[in-house]
């Protein structure tokens, strides 16, 4: 399980359709892993990937549903992707969202 991190300045997208940069390296991620956006400081949520296709310096998501969660701390925002540096078990649901908490 490969998840990425990306950072938005703006609203995070509600669209299912993802465009990550990445001219210097391929993006070791696969269906079934999650997409999470940073936003404002603080993880926003999660997207399921549900099909990746590399482009020239662009990779393309195709993302399931949006699922709000959190981390009982600050995300600093950056350019380009991270892979996932917190372990799952620190995020947090919002009630609607609790049984992806295991998934």
């Known amino acids: 399980m490969t998840d990425i991190v990306v950072s938005s ?15 210097d390296r391929t ?30 310096r662009v990779t393309r998501l195709a993302l399931a549903d949006v699922h709000r969660a959190a981390l009982p701390c600050r995300c600093r925002s950056f ?13 947090r649901y919002h009630v609607a969202d609790e049984h992806h908490r295991h998934h």
Do not use: K, M, N, Q
């Open 27 to 56: 993006l070791r991620t696969h269906a079934g892993d999650r997409l999470y956006i940073i936003h404002g400081g603080t993880l926003w949520g999660w997207c399921g990937i549900v099909d990746v296709v590399p482009l020239e």
């Open 79 to 91: 350019d380009g992707f991270r892979y996932r540096w917190w372990d799952r078990s620190a995020e």
């Open 9 to 23: 300045r703006r609203t995070p997208p509600v669209g299912l359709v993802c465009f990550v940069h990445t001219p």
